[in-house]
């Protein structure tokens, strides 16, 4: 699915790419200090928008994020430079793998342990999803199965998926990472749920029956809703909400009552007008 207009894609893809470095890399704030996370979401905006980049800076900055030994700083860096390559149709420069492997056992986590700065519940369990899914790794059934009964621990009775009570960002992690593990989402009850947390103003909230709209409610939900074929109730005022948060720049902030345009906000909005895209019109 294309954006709504020509002049809106032009826009985005000058916004992404006034921040790419010399060196190789994005930063977006527009200093020589490229990173992981901006050049994977640069690179993500980009390939959404069918545009054609080839930077070979670019892919020796990803492969630097490598050590030697096929190993990676952290599960972070290896999904931003893995994934990343992945866009650009390269390969890393020694298997990652093992390297993946070695870490898989990490996606559980102790929610009551997680310190209070953590935004995502399943954010590097996410990764780890992600990364074992492309990758093709195969390490049987116990491990595959393990994995879909820990996310399953987090499901509520009201469909929805959180620590303590459910919200729309872990729900749709939680669908996002169930589907690519195969595993079936009908009778779930999240459609309930998300339903719930469908507003007239936003589009989305993060909770049922209350009124706080940012950019990644509205992507959580539309992405939800995606996964389950369930076209979102107020569809038109979600596009009207992520259009609005669109900066001079042509990048995106969470919320259309100004801030900052981040790389991260920018796919957030892409992302979700892709799949808006045949609801909206």
């Not at 059934?141 to 009201?158: P, W």
């Not at 595993?183 to 029956?209: K, M, N, Q, W």
């Amino acid at each position: 699915m294309q954006l709504q207009n020509e002049l809106l894609r032009q826009r985005v893809i000058r916004y992404v790419m006034e921040r790419k470095c010399l060196s190789g890399g994005f930063c977006f704030y527009k200093l020589e200090e490229p990173n992981g996370s901006d050049t994977w979401f640069a690179l993500s905006i980009l390939n959404l928008l069918y545009y054609e980049f080839r930077d070979e800076s670019t892919v020796n900055y990803l492969r630097a994020m490598q050590h030697p030994d096929g190993s990676y700083d952290g599960i972070y860096s290896a999904f931003y430079s893995i994934k990343s390559l992945s866009l650009l149709g390269v390969d890393p420069v020694e298997d990652p793998r093992p390297y993946i492997l070695r870490n898989l056992g990490s996606y559980r986590f102790d929610a009551r342990r997680l310190p209070a700065e953590v935004i995502s519940l399943f954010k590097r369990t996410s990764f780890l999803v992600d990364l074992y899914e492309t990758t093709g790794l195969d390490t049987g059934n116990d491990v595959h199965d393990n994995i879909i009964e820990f996310i399953l621990r987090f499901r509520n009775e009201d469909g929805g998926f959180g620590y303590l009570r459910s919200t729309l960002h872990e729900t749709s992690k939680a669908l996002e990472m169930l589907q690519r593990l195969g595993y079936p989402l009908d009778g779930l009850g999240a459609e309930s749920f998300i339903g719930r947390c469908e507003t007239p103003v936003t589009g989305f909230t993060d909770i049922p029956h209350t009124s706080l709209g940012y950019l990644e409610f509205v992507h959580a939900g539309v992405l939800a809703s995606h996964l389950l074929a369930h076209r979102p109730q107020y569809s038109k005022q979600c596009a009207a909400f992520v259009l609005n948060c669109q900066n001079r720049n042509g990048g995106f902030s969470r919320t259309p009552h100004g801030g900052i345009a981040t790389m991260e906000d920018t796919w957030h909005a892409v992302h979700a007008l892709m799949h808006l895209g045949p609801w909206s019109e």
